[in-house]
């Protein structure tokens, strides 16, 4: 079993930046491979990027590709969404997610954190 808690969410304005992170309690983080999604009201979860088990390989939702950048600390069972030029349509609630896929596009997210909100406003 592995509980995940997203910190870092808030309030801030277009243009700016902000970090996430995702700390693993329970099993070590790097037996999953690691992604994090977005949900608006009214929309279901949408991808925004993954990243492999040992942190070599990333990919992105190409709405967030060149802002957006994820990292994993193993050794802190901890993982991360640095989020650049913020837009207001990158408000939402951003969660994290552990998975038991080998390929990036579709992490099949096993584990959730309970979600961040990231609000930007213009």
């Known amino acids: 079993q592995v509980q995940l808690v997203e910190f870092g969410g808030g309030l801030v304005q277009a243009g700016d930046s902000l970090r996430l992170s995702c700390a693993a309690f329970g099993r070590t983080l790097s037996h999953y491979i690691m992604g994090w999604l977005c949900q608006v009201p009214g929309k279901e979860r949408g991808f925004v990027g993954a990243?492999?088990?040992?942190?070599?390989?990333?990919y992105y939702a190409d709405s967030v590709k060149g802002r957006f950048t994820i990292s994993r600390d193993n050794a802190k069972n901890t993982m991360y969404l640095q989020m650049n030029s913020l837009k207001p349509e990158d408000t939402a609630v951003y969660y994290c997610a552990a998975g038991s896929s080998t390929v990036l596009v579709d992490i099949r997210p096993i584990y959730w954190g309970q979600g961040t909100q990231v609000t930007v406003s213009s």
């Open positions: 990243i492999s088990r040992s942190g070599s390989s990333t």
